[in-house]
């Protein structure tokens, strides 16, 4: 049994360059740096302003992990899903790896994506309302019964979002993004 298994509670901690695989492990004020969570069940754990660099967390088992208030920087959460159960979600995202995450009936208000890769994302009902979601790749991703009133969502790349099914007042896009968004609903944009 490693030391991360016997221990349930870690307090200002910092983890590099190792595999995890536990559940309900408590982490607060960690920092993370090229760990591998790849593929992990981090289910019934609780991560508390904690930062994450580089690391792959790719495809795990979230369920009803607690995050509040961390940090991603440059890393892979691909196909992971964030949902209801993942209750006191707060994060922000720096060039990480968020292709096909799935966002579900989360209250993220004021949540940052700052130059993410978001290909095949899902925002699916979300409460996004002051969010920042800058400089993204949005390609294939869908926005869908979100509130995204008072949002950013600029210089975004590929970015539709349907305003019949999201609430958009007072989001702020560019004006490609809002060629973009004409054009995919049928209007020609000289």
Do not use: W
Request: aromatic share 12%; hydrophobic share 35%; proline share 2%.
């Amino acid at each position: 049994m490693s030391p991360i298994e016997e221990t349930h509670e870690f307090h200002n901690e910092n983890f590099s360059a190792i595999g995890f695989k536990v559940t309900g492990v408590e982490f607060y004020e960690c920092k993370f740096k090229s760990c591998n969570f790849s593929e992990c069940d981090l289910s019934n754990s609780k991560f508390f302003e904690c930062t994450f660099e580089n690391c792959n967390i790719a495809n795990c088992k979230l369920t009803t992990v607690q995050i509040r208030d961390c940090e991603f920087y440059a890393s892979k959460l691909m196909g992971v899903c964030f949902n209801p159960g993942n209750f006191a979600f707060f994060a922000h995202f720096h060039e990480c790896d968020l292709r096909y995450v799935e966002f579900s009936g989360l209250k993220i208000k004021n949540i940052l994506l700052d130059n993410c890769n978001c290909n095949g994302a899902k925002f699916m009902g979300c409460d996004m309302k002051g969010s920042k979601l800058n400089g993204c790749d949005f390609t294939e991703a869908v926005f869908n019964e979100c509130d995204l009133r008072n949002a950013e969502l600029l210089n975004a790349k590929n970015l539709i979002i349907n305003p019949a099914s999201n609430k958009i007042k007072d989001t702020k896009i560019s004006l490609a993004t809002a060629a973009n968004i004409a054009n995919e609903f049928g209007f020609k944009v000289d």
